[in-house]
């Protein structure tokens, strides 16, 4: 099929719907384009697949390098399809500073989930996007979730420090940790411990078994800590192993316990309806940062801008202002 624009955008949406893999392929592809053109049919597509999105258990993953956190992804995902699931994964990658394509392959370690007919895995450059997932995320979950996949795993950049984006997105947030390099307990002055709403010690099994059980004690009294008198019940904590399987079905009751509970008392609506107020406002930023970069008459106006600052002769602040005037103009601000 081919790209929206050249035919009718209502049979290419259509497609998506009916799970057309090569029509799901194509409509990430547009949607994670820069070109201007793609951006427009990009919307397009997005305004007709947003009513068939929002129902799927969305879950952000994420973790300190090593945690295995696209081994554990594998193994959980396909015990999901094999208990009737469909299963879409969004590996975020850092983006190399040449290319701006991914730099690793989190395919490669998912090898038995990318071979699922009910998996769909799809890896993204981070772009520089900050907070462990890329620009266009979100915008990548509805044509999943439109095309009927009702699990959705968000695998964040793994740099361990600001992924908190994350949460934002998704319904539940998993930490992957591992127990006996510290890691488990310096999460928390990082601040992703506090948004977790799941937590899981990975490599629970063999000689690091006991360390494992270890760092869950001492996770779940920091968290004890970190929440008490918030009224928020602290996060679940319990350890797994992807490499023999152990503890994967208990993680996936905890998941679901979480969203179940969250829906029974409005929390997962209201979780909802501010996730569609920062997606606006993100979409908002991101049409003023195209205005910069599409717009002849203010690209001018950056350029020089960016030349006066650069030589001293302009302050940030004033040359910001200047930008952000030359924005409003071609806007009518």
């Given amino acids: 099929m081919t790209a929206p624009g050249t035919v009718d955008a209502e049979a290419y949406a259509d497609a998506v719907r009916a799970g057309d893999r090569a029509a799901v392929a194509?409509?990430?592809?547009?949607?994670?384009?820069?070109?201007?053109?793609?951006?427009?049919?990009?919307?397009?597509?997005?305004?007709?697949?947003?009513?068939?999105?929002?129902?799927?258990?969305?879950?952000?993953?994420?973790?300190?390098?090593?945690a295995?956190?696209?081994?554990?992804?594998?193994?959980?995902?396909?015990?999901?399809?094999?208990?009737?699931?469909?299963?879409?994964?969004?590996?975020?990658?850092?983006?190399?500073?040449?290319?701006?394509?991914?730099?690793?392959?989190?395919?490669?370690?998912?090898?038995?989930l990318a071979a699922d007919p009910a998996a769909f895995i799809r890896p993204s450059p981070s772009a520089g996007t900050l907070g462990g997932v890329a620009r266009d995320t979100h915008d990548v979950i509805v044509v999943v979730e439109a095309a009927g996949y009702d699990v959705v795993l968000v695998e964040t950049v793994g740099v361990g420090q600001s992924e908190t984006a994350v949460a934002d997105l998704t319904d539940t947030f998993l930490l992957v940790t591992v127990g006996g390099t510290?890691?488990?307990?310096?999460?928390?002055?990082?601040?992703?411990?506090?948004?977790?709403?799941?937590?899981?010690?990975?490599?629970?099994?063999?000689?690091?078994?006991?360390?494992?059980?270890?760092?869950?004690?001492?996770?779940?009294?920091?968290?004890?800590?970190?929440?008490?008198?918030?009224?928020?019940?602290?996060?679940?904590?319990?350890?797994?192993?992807?490499?023999?399987?152990?503890?994967?079905?208990?993680?996936?009751?905890?998941?679901?316990?979480?969203?179940?509970?969250?829906?029974?008392?409005?929390?997962?609506?209201?979780?909802?309806?501010?996730?569609?107020?920062?997606?606006?406002?993100?979409?908002?930023?991101?049409?003023?940062?195209d205005v910069l970069t599409a717009d002849p008459e203010v690209a001018d106006v950056v350029a020089r801008v960016e030349a006066a600052v650069s030589a001293g002769t302009v302050d940030v602040a004033h040359g910001c202002e200047q930008i952000v005037a030359a924005c409003g103009r071609r806007t009518g601000g």
């Fill in 182 to 289: 510290g890691d488990h307990l310096q999460a928390i002055k990082r601040g992703v411990l506090e948004r977790a709403d799941v937590v899981a010690v990975n490599k629970a099994d063999g000689a690091q078994l006991a360390g494992a059980r270890v760092a869950a004690r001492e996770l779940a009294a920091a968290l004890r800590l970190v929440h008490g008198g918030s009224g928020v019940t602290a996060p679940s904590v319990l350890t797994c192993s992807a490499a023999d399987g152990s503890g994967i079905a208990e993680l996936w009751e905890q998941l679901r316990a979480h969203r179940d509970g969250q829906a029974a008392s409005g929390v997962l609506a209201d979780r909802r309806r501010h996730r569609r107020v920062a997606r606006l406002r993100a979409t908002v930023r991101a049409a003023l940062l």
């Fill in 26 to 66: 194509r409509a990430l592809t547009l949607v994670e384009s820069n070109l201007p053109a793609d951006r427009a049919r990009a919307r397009r597509l997005l305004r007709l697949l947003s009513p068939y999105a929002g129902t799927a258990h969305r879950i952000g993953i994420s973790g300190v390098p090593g």
């Fill in 68 to 112: 295995g956190k696209s081994t554990l992804i594998d193994v959980l995902g396909r015990r999901l399809t094999a208990l009737g699931h469909r299963v879409a994964v969004l590996a975020v990658d850092p983006s190399s500073p040449r290319t701006g394509g991914s730099i690793l392959g989190d395919r490669t370690r998912m090898a038995g």
